[in-house]
């Protein structure tokens, strides 16, 4: 009832809208004034220059070409004031004349110092760009300009965005993948191209995994920190806009072509190669503009291991336990990924108040991977696992129709668009060995040993010493496979109705209005299944390099040994023998070939002798428990105003209305024993959870001074369920004790996070951009996943006895309160003020600190022992206590530092950045010790490009990880680590030609 409610006022309020608006322009004779404002050397558009006419309060900004338009003005003669940071301010006189369309062109002059001739440098551009893109805006919002996302040294757009205030990415080999903005996880982020919201492509949750993207496709990005009602209100943290660019008025031609060498691998074919191309026709009515991208880069790595557990309980729960390590693994990973990328924007300006934009972008990605690992555990055995990940690609396109229109006094913004994400692995082949007759010295073995053992010392002082008799009795005991299919389609139509006002000379503004429909479609698929009999004697006639292990009838890893791996990690580590993925790459074909030939020919047992030895076995709770059907119904209302009081004062309140309906297919499975079946016996589970909020905003800009702003909001925003923890997925394993029941939970509450947001900012040519801010988060309903043990006296779990022992994971909102609070300190400026060479630098530098609030669930399990009243007999029982612990939210750095340094002289250009992640806390268990942090992140980055006497010709060289920066993880209870990774500086070399 509420929707429709407020659906129909929206409805009435465009319908009276377009007829005032109109009536009004007819009825007091007004016109529209509309122009572009240039620089005045080299004609390029100044995006986001402010216009002001002069002795009133209305104005407006330029878009992203240079362009405004101003209705509504009534006829007669005006003076606009033009203002750009970094340029000097300019007034021209126009006249406007009823019912007609005045056009204006302003050129802008970069600011002088008398009597001195100063250099005009692209970085001095595109960096005032940024600036004033940033002061121009209703927001708190960060800008990365064109120019910089081509002349940093980034492997992908989320390292681009990774270089503003408050940012720090997920990365994996060395490549960032997801954004995590002000230390809030990716599904707190809205990831935008145009405007239009990219699926997630994550089997689990809402994060947009955005490393495929390329930034030589993108014209911009933006990154908001606060929304206004017209932004969509799943973004907690902020949400990002990807831009891609238009046709300018002159024909283009860009071409960036590059090799590359990745260090560690010592590998010299990587590859990157860019070219974009535009044009207009029919009078500037018809723009295109094609980009095509192609990139391929070696991103293998180096990595190590180790875990640990609580085996005693010396401080009966008073502090962290001693911790025992159980493994200790090194990771040789080949990963070599490829990219490509294209995009295609055709737009026709019936006007110069209206005009309608094809967005097209498509992008693949994909990686040719594999690990071999090395796992030795002291207590037990050394297992080697091995993975070959070749036919995985990541398909992703958005399309949109956009249009802006113009109705008398009223702005219409409206479009449909159509996105999908694509993400498909049909095999992840995996294999497993394990060294049977491990003699591990006691010293090696015992709780005061393991609780102070180092990884590196045990590593390198493993009995594996590769030896062939040592190679024969490691036996192949596991095979199998996992595939994944995440389909996701979104459709997606909106309606913006805008309505300037004029009430005074010094009060202005406009109304906005909106609705906005979207549909979701997602379906996830995957399967995984394993073969723990591998076959030797029905291979042994079709593999003859094959033998069998002395350990087991089971092949031996000395049959797919290849050589050795040397200077592991930097030399710290030995890693010995390496695996020969050829070699298990055709066993696993063979067995898979055979397997399916046995089954077709219903001779099974006559073949092998039992179900068990054929084929693969599946994986009952993987191969279900992600498995997920959403279909998703999201409508949107939005009304706000613009209210400006002079030029000192901006008051923006407003409410968006938001409902989603989701009808959702889950799964409950019971695990049964092992069997040879291509079936998961299932039950499906439906739900159709339902909500709808309406949620104010309020921001407050004031300009007290030429040279100083402040900027305040107030907003409410909507933290939704990822997708794994609504499915209604259940997993019951009965088979042994402790069992275990894991169930979704359709019936979570979004979060509803109140945020705060204060802003000051000191502007000037001289200072450039120099701006504090502050924020703070609190939520309601946070959601948390939360795994216990229960124990007999517990309510009884669905599935399961009274006495039972059940390991219970569930996700539940809880009332328990959490916060995040920080501070951004942002300066940019370049140096054009000053004697040479200091006039030919630019500098961007900005810090950031933050800390957060939240409880994490903590158990102890007790046994004890007491008498039984009955048989007087001992008897043990599990006592569980419950507690929680504060923290800080996972992935969330303490501190932030980026710094680039740009040198511009003579046609060489330079830039040097720096950056800089606190340490993380990455992941929590419900006994503390064995949380997980990471340590501190720093990288240095060069790139350059250098003028050839060519016309548009120049030479360009990037270097990344310069200093070799390697990511290492501990426990929160001590030094040793879990996690260290290692991949190498990389560099590239090549040409880039303008046209």
Request: charged share 15%; hydrophobic share 35%; aromatic share 12%.
């Amino acid at each position: 009832m509420r929707l429709r409610t407020i659906l129909g006022l929206l409805w009435c309020l465009s319908c009276l809208i377009v007829p005032a608006g109109t009536a009004y322009s007819q009825a007091v004779e007004t016109g529209t004034l509309a122009g572009t404002v240039v620089d005045a050397a080299n004609k390029q558009p100044l995006p986001a220059a402010t216009i002001l006419v002069v002795g009133t309060n209305n104005g407006t900004v330029t878009d992203l070409e240079g362009r405004f338009v101003i209705n509504g003005l009534e006829s007669g003669k005006y003076k606009i004031k033009v203002s750009y940071v970094g340029y000097k301010d300019k007034e021209v006189e126009v006249a406007v004349k009823p019912n007609v369309v005045s056009k204006v062109e302003v050129a802008l002059e970069e600011t002088a110092i008398s009597g001195k001739e100063v250099v005009v440098t692209a970085q001095r551009q595109g960096q005032e760009q940024a600036i004033t893109q940033e002061l121009s805006s209703n927001t708190i919002v960060n800008i990365v300009t064109p120019d910089r996302i081509r002349e940093n040294p980034d492997a992908n757009a989320a390292e681009a965005v990774g270089r503003l205030p408050g940012i720090s990415l997920v990365r994996s080999g060395g490549v960032g993948e997801n954004l995590i903005i002000r230390g809030m996880a990716p599904s707190y982020t809205v990831v935008e191209l145009n405007g239009i919201q990219i699926p997630s492509n994550s089997v689990d949750t809402r994060g947009v995994n955005i490393s495929g993207l390329s930034m030589y496709s993108l014209d911009g990005i933006s990154v908001f920190k606060s929304i206004t009602p017209d932004m969509e209100a799943n973004a907690v943290a902020g949400a990002v806009n990807l831009k891609l660019a238009h046709a300018p008025d002159s024909p283009s031609l860009n071409i960036i072509a590059e090799p590359g060498y990745n260090h560690q691998n010592n590998y010299f074919g990587n590859y990157t190669f860019n070219l974009d191309a535009s044009r207009r026709f029919f009078s500037d009515k018809l723009g295109v503009r094609l980009d095509i991208d192609a990139e391929g880069a070696n991103r293998g790595t180096q990595t190590l291991g180790g875990s640990y557990t609580v085996n005693s309980n010396i401080n009966g729960g008073v502090g962290f336990e001693p911790v025992d390590l159980t493994e200790a693994s090194l990771n040789s990973i080949s990963n070599f990924n490829k990219k490509q990328a294209g995009s295609l924007v055709i737009d026709w300006r019936f006007s110069r108040l209206s005009t309608l934009t094809l967005y097209n972008f498509f992008s693949a990605s994909g990686a040719q991977k594999s690990t071999f690992t090395k796992e030795f555990q002291p207590s037990y055995y050394n297992f080697y696992d091995a993975t070959l990940d070749n036919n995985g690609r990541n398909l992703l396109y958005n399309g949109s129709l956009q249009g802006e229109s113009n109705i008398g006094a009223v702005d219409l913004d409206y479009g449909l668009a159509y996105s999908q994400i694509h993400n498909y692995d049909p095999y992840v082949k995996n294999w497993q060995f394990r060294w049977l007759s491990v003699a591990y010295p006691p010293a090696l073995t015992t709780d005061s040993a393991l609780a102070v053992l180092p990884v590196n010392g045990f590593i390198n002082d493993n009995l594996d010493s590769g030896s062939t008799s040592i190679l024969q009795s490691i036996a192949l005991i596991h095979m199998g496979y996992n595939s994944t299919d995440v389909l996701q389609r979104n459709g997606q139509g909106y309606l913006n109705v805008k309505l300037p006002f004029n009430l005074t000379n010094d009060v202005s503004g406009y109304l906005k209005g909106g609705l906005e429909y979207k549909n979701t479609r997602r379906v996830v698929s995957y399967y995984s299944a394993d073969q723990p009999f591998t076959a030797f004697g029905n291979a042994q006639s079709v593999f003859p390099w094959l033998t069998q292990s002395t350990a087991t009838p089971q092949p031996s890893g000395y049959s797919f040994v290849s050589g050795d791996i040397n200077k592991f990690l930097d030399g710290q580590y030995n890693f010995g023998w390496n695996i020969d993925f050829s070699r298990l790459n055709n066993y696993w074909n063979w067995w898979n070939t055979f397997s399916n030939n046995v089954i077709k020919g219903d001779s099974v047992i006559k073949t092998v002798g039992s179900n068990l030895l054929i084929g693969f076995v599946p994986d009952f709770y993987n191969s279900s428990i992600h498995n997920q059907g959403i279909t998703d119904d999201y409508y949107a209302a939005y009304l706000m105003a613009v209210l400006k009081l002079g030029d000192v004062v901006s008051f923006i309140p407003g409410a968006r209305y938001e409902k989603e309906t989701e009808a959702l297919i889950g799964h409950q499975v019971y695990n049964l024993a092992q069997t040879y079946s291509l079936y998961i016996p299932t039950t499906q589970v439906n739900a159709s959870p339902s909500n709808e909020f309406i949620l104010p905003n309020f921001h407050l800009k004031i300009k007290p001074l030429d040279w100083l702003a402040f900027q305040a909001a107030y907003t409410k925003t909507l933290g939704r369920p990822d997708y794994q923890e609504i499915v209604p997925n259940v997993y019951i394993n009965s088979s042994e004790e402790p069992f275990t029941y894991r169930v979704g939970n359709p019936n979570l509450q979004p979060e509803q996070w109140s945020n705060y947001d204060l802003q000051a900012a000191v502007f000037s040519n001289e200072v450039g951009l120099f701006s504090i801010d502050g924020f703070y988060k609190v939520v309601k309903n946070k959601i948390w996943s939360r795994t216990y043990t229960r124990v007999p006296g517990d309510p009884v779990v669905p599935g399961f006895g009274p006495n039972d022992l059940v390991n219970v994971t569930e996700t539940v909102n809880h009332t328990n309160p959490v916060y995040v609070k920080g501070a951004e300190v942002n300066w940019q400026t370049n140096f054009w003020y000053l004697p040479e060479p200091f006039s030919y630098f630019t500098l961007d530098l900005n810090y950031t600190l933050m800390t957060s609030h939240t409880l994490y669930p903590s158990e102890r399990l007790y046994t004890v022992v007491t008498i039984d009243s009955v048989t007087h007999r001992p008897k043990a029982q599990e006592i569980r206590v419950d507690s929680s612990v504060t923290g800080r939210m996972l992935d969330q750095p303490n501190s932030i530092v980026n710094a680039s340094l740009g040198f511009e002289w003579s046609g060489l250009n330079i830039w040097v950045s720096y950056q800089y992640n606190g340490d993380i806390l990455t992941s929590w268990s419900s006994q503390p010790e064995l949380s997980g942090r990471q340590s501190s992140y720093q990288s240095w980055d060069m790139q350059a490009t250098y003028q050839l006497p060519i016309r548009g010709l120049k030479l360009r060289c990037d270097v990344a990880n310069i200093n070799n920066a390697r990511q290492v993880s501990t426990l929160v209870s001590g030094s040793r680590p879990t996690y260290i990774e290692s991949y190498g500086w990389t560099s590239d070399f090549g040409f880039m030609y303008s046209f």
